[in-house]
């Protein structure tokens, strides 16, 4: 079994940067506190999963087609702090320095980058899939052989599988789409039908699963004031679909062999730790820090 592992980068460099505290500088007082987050968080995974292969996926420089479909999608961000920006080239040294390969596509977010990876390699029964996000719109890729690792607070992952969504969300995953055709969602600006929440979103996707069938069983919807409401907003309904869905064929040219991975503590990732006074990370990778440089290339494992 071939054990793969695709992280949803940007999900934890922006939660890396907002939970662990600005006070994380460099000795020349550049502010690292998102690469730690995200550095410290690649260390647990790749100790933990023992990875084969390894992906980081990027959103795109460019707007996506989703701004170009509805404008306002995401409208509700601020613009990135400077303290942010700064650390984004950092970050992706930590990350090619680690050894993993970085994947993105023009017009295209993190989300379809990994809908397409999963899709092109979920088809070889010998590849397990890790998703590695926080984001719940990755649970809608989960099978037999993908899975979403989530940070927990111990500082390890737990995993969700087809039974743990299921359980979770209390509609097959599969609906996910539907449901946040429905229920909107702040986070993206993504509308919904004004006017239904959680509850009733649950069970309108329980009893007709998607939003093609609501609408294709309208006349029976009750009480008449939630047809009144779904009537009203059938568009937006149907462009909250389409805006939450994944796309699984975005244009990325990828092999197998581009992203096998094996963690070697190399002298340049031992200076940047160094220079950026991450000497707690350091010793997670058993890395003498009272010499300048370890005596050799070390293979973790």
Known sequence: MRKIVIVDT????HRAYHAIPKSFRAPDDTPTNAVYGVTSM???????????????????????FRSEEFSNYKAQRKEMEDDLKVQIPLVFESIDLLGILKINC?????????GTLVTKLESEEQNQIYIVSNDRDMWQLISKNVFVLIPNTKGGFDKIDEEEALKRLEFNKKHLVDYKALRGDTS????????????????????????????????EIKPEGLKTKLVESVEMAYMSKKLATIILDAPIQFKIEDCQFKLVISDELVSFLTKMNFKSLLRRLNVDIDKKLPENQLNLF
């Open 10 to 13: 940007f999900n934890f460099l």
């Open 188 to 219: 993206d600006n993504i509308p919904g039908v004004y006017g239904i929440g959680e509850v009733t979103a649950k069970k309108l996707i329980s009893q007709y699963e998607t939003v093609e069938n609501i609408y294709k069983h309208i006349d």
């Open 106 to 114: 023009e017009g295209y977010e993190a989300d379809d980058v990994i």
């Open 42 to 64: 690649l260390i647990s995974l790749i100790n933990e999963t023992r990875p084969d292969c390894i992906v980081a996926a990027l959103d795109s420089r460019k707007p996506t």
